[in-house]
């Protein structure tokens, strides 16, 4: 049982604490995908709270048949969709039916809170974090990509890397900790502007 | 806050924590400011390098949520029999034979079929021979997902189908990319 499996069951179990480590984990994500519907930041952020709520109620109902992300995007997309049926609002097309919203995802036009400022932070911040990534030992870089990048489990990286599961877990741990100093950085210059 | 306790946020992140220490993390979260800040960067990093934001700052809104939970009832899990709980358990041997012999059976039918609705030509018998059969593994239960026998598999194929529909958004290529649709609201 995976961590997420572990705190779905402890949420049907009735721990609601454990619900807020899943959202904790899935904000950014959720956020994201709603985003590309609702692109008030305001009114997305109500949007997601709508979606974990639902979430929440649905739960006990919710069988394991896909992971818990998976179940939960779909939850986000479909309450953006009511969202938008139920504002009267449209993608900026005039005859696009909010079904047909998910073409328009992402679409430049949606992200009118997209400032040039925000966005150059956001590539600075990228950019940080890869350049954290190169200056990594090979070692570390090598968990860190198979995790990130290729999405591998701490286990078939082990096995991919001839070496423990605990030395998987702390090569990791050590390159979040580099990129982290980057990340810190980049933000620390954010706040002083 | 100590380094094991990062590395306890640095596996919740790739969500690699057992039970035991979920319940670490569990009362870290709830009581270390520090914590949950740290695990948010970790978070955010994780989602950029994966395409999942693009965001320069990490959003919190999960106190904001917790509150709008507060009023919530708390649910109860109920004795219900799960998906594979229901699944009627017969020994491996049994499913082998059993397999074996539908295996068989199908091939001898379809071998008694062809040599029947051969043209009535004069082809020698040792010519007209059943063609191979292929077995399907995989089976399409219905347009918006698939069947497979290990859940591990489908979650991966799930999670691939996840990461596709979000970098598909992101480029600008979702109409193209379908929706996995599961346990819909």
């Not at chain 1, 590539?123 to 890869?130: F, G």
């Amino acid at each position: 049982m995976n961590a997420d499996q572990e705190l779905v069951r402890r949420v049907q179990a009735g721990d609601k604490k454990a619900f807020d480590l899943l959202i904790m984990k899935y904000q950014q994500r959720i956020i994201h995908v709603i985003t590309g519907f609702v692109h008030d930041p305001v009114e997305a952020m109500d949007v997601a709270q709508e979606a974990f709520i639902k979430a929440y109620r649905a739960l006990p109902g919710f069988r394991g048949d896909s992971a818990f992300y998976t179940w939960l995007y779909r939850i986000a997309i479909n309450t953006s969709k009511n969202y938008l049926t139920a504002a009267s609002r449209r993608p900026p097309v005039t005859d696009v039916d909010a079904m047909d919203a998910t073409i328009y995802y992402d679409a430049p036009e949606l992200k009118e809170f997209e400032t040039p400022e925000s966005s150059l932070m956001s590539d600075e911040l990228q950019q940080a974090i890869h350049q954290a990534i190169q200056d990594l030992p090979e070692d570390t870089a090598t968990a860190i990509k198979l995790r990130e990048f290729d999405g591998l489990s701490y286990e078939e990286i082990a096995q991919a890397m001839d070496c423990p599961i605990g030395t998987v877990r702390s090569r990791i741990f050590r390159a979040r900790e580099a990129i982290d100093k980057q990340v810190k950085a980049v933000m620390g210059g954010e706040e002083q502007q | 806050m100590t380094a094991k306790q990062h590395e306890l946020l640095s596996a919740f992140v790739d969500g690699e924590l057992n039970s035991q220490e979920l319940d670490e993390l569990l009362a870290l979260m709830s009581t270390n400011d520090n914590a949950r800040a740290d695990y948010q960067r970790y978070q955010l990093s994780s989602d950029v390098l994966r395409g999942y934001t693009n965001r320069s700052q990490p959003v919190d809104f999960s106190a904001r949520i917790s509150a709008a939970l507060a009023d919530e009832p708390v649910h109860q899990l109920t004795a219900k029999s799960g998906k594979k709980a229901s699944v009627l358990t017969l020994p491996d041997w049994f499913w082998k034979q059993t397999a074996g012999l539908a295996a068989a059976a199908s091939i001898g039918a379809l071998a008694v079929i062809g040599v029947l609705n051969q043209p009535q030509t004069d082809v020698t018998p040792e010519l007209a021979q059943a063609a191979p059969v292929e077995t399907q593994a995989v089976v399409a239960a219905s347009p918006n997902r698939w069947t497979v026998g290990e859940q591990e598999v489908e979650d991966r194929l799930n999670n691939y189908l996840v990461d596709h529909n979000e970098y598909a958004g992101a480029s600008g290529l979702f109409s193209y990319a379908r929706v996995v649709s599961y346990g819909e609201e």
